[in-house]
Structures are given as structure tokens and as C-alpha cells.
């Protein structure tokens, strides 16, 4: 199966501040999802970025098929962002999604 | 509200039990998919189905037993549980081709 990775694994913010989160993935992929996982577990559909650019109030992505990657950047960061932002990548149509272990947020008032 | 829904909730199983976690979708996606999520693993694919009629193995199938008679129902069975079978499951589903994946709000497995 393809290979997903993402960094950092944990990362603790102030309220307020920026960060970029990373996806790298091992071939090349037609279809590439953001998701947030809630502190109640709840998993959320953030971004469906197969490439190019989305942008969604605070937060934004970007994808770039050919390089193998793609950036979630979350700005002026909120306690409500805390949780676990997981990419998620399917290499063919109606093939399946591989996920990567996620990255953890935990942002501090 | 359309979705995609999960039952039950929450279970505690006896090892060597069958148990059936049942997953319905009201949103006509042709995919559907069974995950478990385990601390520090992510979220590992079951069983997948690509359309009714027709279903896969993903990475972790072992253990497990999966049927689509209909558009609309995912049901996953446990034949007999084991304490490694202790996880999250989440069933989730995508119109198919490049189509968006979308979760239910996952059924807490506890076997003891």
C-alpha cells in the first residue's frame, strides 16, 4: 500500500498563532482529504485537495500532486482547532483510502 | 439530516462473542468502508465495498466478515471477539470514483 506521513506527530500552540502541518505520501494519488479529529472523536471533512489550493476561513491547503505533498496551515489558531488533523490519500478510483497516524494540536489560551 | 449511522454507540463483549456493528447510509454512496482506530496507528481499513454486491479486504481484515445486500447497509461482524479487537469503528462512505469520504461518529468496541 502507499505510504502516508505526516509531522510534526504533537504540536502545542498559544491561542492565536500560526502553523503548518504536513502530509508527505509515497506515489502518486488521485484523491487527497483533510480531516480534524475532535476531542469527542468526531471526524470532520476539512478538505478534499487532490491538488492545487482550498481556502476555508482560517484554514487553508495546499497540494502539490507531483511533488508528493500537501500543507494544512491553520492561522490565528483558536482552543477550538485543539485535536488530531489526519490526511488521508486513495491511490485509484474506487480503491481505498490510507490514512496517516495523524497529527495532534493542542492549543493553549 | 442526511449521514451516514452507527450502532451501537458503545459495547462491552465477552471474548468469544459474536457481535454485528451495524452502519447505514442515507447519502446513495456507492462506497462504503469499515476503519478501526487504535492509539497511535491511525485509522487501519477493514472492509471495504465498492458498490452493493461487491465487497474487499483492506489491511486489517483478519477476524472480521462484512456484506453489502443493499446501497444503503455496511454491517460489520465480529465472529467470535478477541481483546484485540478492542478499538474505535468507524464505518464511512464516498459517492465512488473521486468522491469525498465521509464518516459516521464511530462505535466504541471494548471485548474483555
Known amino acids: 500500500g502507499i505510504q502516508v506521513e505526516q509531522s510534526p506527530p504533537d504540536l502545542i500552540l498559544q491561542e492565536g498563532a500560526n502553523s503548518t502541518l504536513r502530509c508527505n505520501f509515497s506515489?502518486?494519488?488521485?484523491?487527497l482529504q483533510w480531516f480534524h479529529q475532535n476531542p469527542w472523536g468526531q471526524l470532520i471533512n476539512l478538505f478534499y485537495?487532490?491538488?492545487g489550493t482550498k481556502q476555508n476561513g482560517r484554514l487553508s491547503a495546499t497540494t502539490v500532486a507531483t511533488e508528493r505533498y500537501s500543507l494544512l496551515y491553520i492561522s490565528s489558531s483558536q482552543t477550538t482547532d485543539s485535536g488530531v488533523y489526519f490526511c488521508a490519500v486513495e491511490r485509484y478510483t474506487g480503491n481505498q483510502f490510507y490514512f496517516g497516524t495523524g497529527t495532534s494540536l493542542t492549543v493553549i489560551p | 439530516i442526511a449521514g451516514i449511522t452507527q450502532a451501537p454507540t458503545s459495547q462491552i463483549l465477552a471474548a468469544g462473542r459474536r457481535m454485528t456493528l451495524r452502519c447505514t447510509q442515507d447519502m446513495r454512496h456507492n462506497a462504503m468502508y469499515w476503519y478501526r482506530q487504535d492509539l497511535g496507528l491511525g485509522l487501519r481499513l477493514i472492509h471495504y465495498?465498492?458498490?452493493?454486491?461487491?465487497?474487499g479486504k483492506g489491511e486489517v481484515p483478519d477476524g472480521y466478515s462484512v456484506s453489502r445486500a443493499n446501497t444503503d447497509d455496511f454491517p460489520l461482524t465480529l465472529a467470535s471477539a478477541v481483546p484485540s479487537q478492542t478499538s474505535v469503528y468507524f464505518c464511512a462512505s464516498s459517492p465512488g470514483g473521486t468522491g469525498e469520504l465521509f464518516f459516521g461518529e464511530g462505535s466504541r468496541l471494548t471485548v474483555l
Open positions: 506515489d502518486s494519488v488521485n484523491n
Open positions: 485537495i487532490p491538488s
Open positions: 465495498s465498492n458498490t452493493a454486491g461487491t465487497t
